[in-house]
């Protein structure tokens, strides 16, 4: 079983930058596919970014583009989100996930499999 935890989230002015950590504890068979989502009041959650086993692969959602990068880190076990440019429409609870994918990066959520516990991320003056 794996255990996902997210870190990084706060409150941030528009036009300001976080960077969101994940990492990743407990037994795994091998890396595999991770991503990004976040859900805001009243919304459905959302696919945000993604990346494949090695990083090698990434997908992003269009309102995103430009202004937040995925990396990982497999040595380490870990997973970011580097979010530049932050508008009040980023504001929610953003959630690291495991797929069961290796080289195919998924945006639907029923794909994921592992979840964290999400992190905070407001955008506001």
């Known amino acids: 079983q794996e255990d996902l935890v997210e870190s990084g989230g706060g409150l941030v002015q528009p036009g300001g930058s976080l960077r969101l950590s994940c990492a990743a504890a407990?037994?795994?068979?091998?890396?595999?596919?991770m991503g990004w989502f976040r859900q805001a009041p009243g919304k459905e959650r959302e696919f945000v970014a993604g990346a494949s086993w090695n990083g090698g692969i990434t997908r992003y959602a269009d309102s995103v583009k430009g202004r937040f990068t995925i990396s990982r880190d497999n040595a380490v076990r870990s997973l970011y989100l580097q979010m530049n440019s932050l508008r009040p429409e980023d504001t929610a609870v953003y959630y690291c996930?495991?797929?069961?994918?290796?080289?195919?990066?998924?945006?639907?959520?029923?794909?994921?499999?592992?979840w964290g516990q999400g992190t905070q991320v407001t955008v506001s003056s």
């Open positions: 407990g037994r795994t068979d091998s890396d595999k596919a």
């Open positions: 996930a495991a797929s069961r994918q290796y080289n195919y990066v998924p945006d639907k959520q029923d794909e994921y499999n592992t």
